[in-house]
């Protein structure tokens, strides 16, 4: 009898949670554009259901880019007879979108193949937008941590394989309105395509730029 009650309250709570506000729910979905999300309103205050029942719904504050977590919104619109409407809404948007996660677990260290790559859904509303969605900006990278199946890769995850090495020789470029310049120097840090590394240059009076690695012995100058 006990488990039966605890039960029916299990799928209450579940079907309650569950409940569906596509009106509400599309507003702050349009907030992470260009990114197709779905977003699940989770109400403490106020009855979104009143919103299918207005018309010209608009929302007057409390939406920012990316909006998510626990919010307060301000509404207004049309009844069905043209009567102006407001509403004050308070509660907590899960977002859930599309990333990547792996199939089988890769240890630190390891290179992350296209192969072992799979779309994964997670919920945004504590990633933001630092998870990678590009399958390309993860494969052929190194795993900065273990990667495991069903956790979405962040953009700290990975790094790219070194092309260079603390200690090598390096030119580093830069270029504007058609000039270059051009300066040798000897790397101070590790770094792949994309990183960006100090780089030591006697000929300067700092002794040291810093420059974004292009290829394995070349940098452009990020001043």
């Not at 009650?5 to 260009?34: C, F, G, K, R």
């Not at 010209?56 to 919104?73: K, Q």
């Not at 192969?115 to 933001?128: A, G, I, K, M």
């Amino acid at each position: 009898m006990r488990f039966t009650i605890a039960l029916v309250l299990l799928i209450n709570a579940s079907m309650t949670h569950a409940q569906q506000y596509p009106d509400l729910e599309n507003a702050i979905a349009a907030t992470w554009q260009p990114h197709n999300v779905r977003v699940v309103w989770e109400p403490t205050f106020g009855d979104p259901a009143l919103l299918a029942q207005w018309k010209n719904v608009n929302v007057e504050s409390g939406l920012s880019e990316c909006a998510h977590d626990v919010l307060t919104l301000s509404l207004r619109g049309l009844a069905q007879d043209g009567t102006p409407q407001r509403l004050t809404l308070k509660g907590r948007a899960y977002v859930f979108g599309d990333c990547w996660t792996v199939v089988e677990r890769i240890k630190l260290g390891a290179v992350v193949t296209r192969e072992n790559l799979v779309p994964h859904s997670c919920d945004w509303s504590n990633l933001r937008t630092t998870a990678l969605l590009d399958p390309d900006a993860i494969a052929g990278k190194l795993a900065v941590r273990p990667l495991v199946p069903g956790r979405a890769i962040l953009a700290t995850d990975v790094r790219p394989k070194a092309v260079i090495r603390s200690g090598d020789p390096v030119t580093i470029v830069y270029e504007k309105d058609g000039v270059r310049v051009s300066l040798d120097g000897v790397a101070m840090k590790d770094g792949g395509i994309g990183e960006r590394i100090p780089v030591r240059v006697p000929e300067v009076e700092s002794n040291r730029l810093e420059g974004v690695i292009e290829d394995d012995a070349t940098l452009r100058w990020v001043p």
